[in-house]
């Protein structure tokens, strides 16, 4: 019994999430808005941000384009939020094994961006393939 009921839970929870990569690729701000408040109102905050989370990853794998359309419109959900903090690490990450060194090459703010010069910007994206690159240029600020 207990298996049973876990598979359903499992069916329904991969159900939902197909469910909301396909209303994310519809890329209606509007329709996304309700379903997130839908799911929140009927599974909980914690629920609706596990499955949120589901299909960001679902959609970074299969329509990177709509997870960034999803990370830039929706910014202040945890996924998107959780979804900046994990490319700024890769960031930083991609930048030192690069030999490039934090403090002096580039450095962080409190925003969460990565303040860098024009030429390890450069060095960066010829490193990067698009759909990374689309990610990483959002993170990265020019200082002057």
Same mark, same amino acid.
């Given at each position: 019994?207990?298996?049973?009921?876990?598979?359903?839970?499992?069916?329904?929870?991969?159900?939902?999430?197909?469910?909301?990569?396909?209303?994310?690729?519809?890329?209606?701000?509007?329709?996304?808005?309700?379903?997130?408040?839908?799911? #929140?109102?009927?599974?909980? #905050?914690?629920?609706?941000?596990?499955?949120?989370?589901?299909?960001?990853?679902?959609?970074?794998?299969?329509?990177?384009?709509?997870?960034?359309?999803?990370? @830039?419109?929706?910014?202040?959900?945890?996924?998107?939020?959780?979804?900046?903090? @994990?490319?700024?690490?890769? $960031?930083?990450?991609?930048?030192?094994?690069?030999?490039?060194?934090?403090?002096?090459?580039?450095?962080?703010?409190?925003?969460?961006?990565?303040?860098?010069?024009?030429?390890?910007?450069?060095?960066?994206?010829?490193?990067? $393939?698009? #759909?990374?690159?689309?990610?990483?240029? #959002? $993170?990265?600020?020019?200082?002057?």
């Amino acid at each position: 019994m207990y298996n049973q009921d876990l598979e359903q839970e499992f069916k329904d929870f991969d159900t939902a999430v197909n469910l909301l990569v396909d209303v994310l690729k519809l890329q209606d701000k509007d329709l996304v808005k309700i379903c997130e408040e839908a799911l #929140s109102n009927l599974l909980g #905050s914690e629920e609706a941000t596990h499955m949120l989370n589901a299909a960001m990853f679902q959609l970074a794998e299969t329509a990177p384009d709509t997870c960034y359309w999803t990370w @830039h419109n929706f910014p202040e959900l945890q996924v998107c939020l959780d979804l900046k903090e @994990h490319v700024c690490m890769f $960031v930083v990450q991609k930048l030192i094994k690069k030999g490039f060194i934090l403090g002096k090459d580039f450095s962080t703010d409190i925003h969460g961006e990565i303040l860098v010069s024009r030429e390890t910007r450069v060095s960066i994206m010829l490193d990067s $393939v698009p #759909s990374e690159w689309k990610f990483i240029k #959002s $993170v990265l600020q020019i200082a002057e």
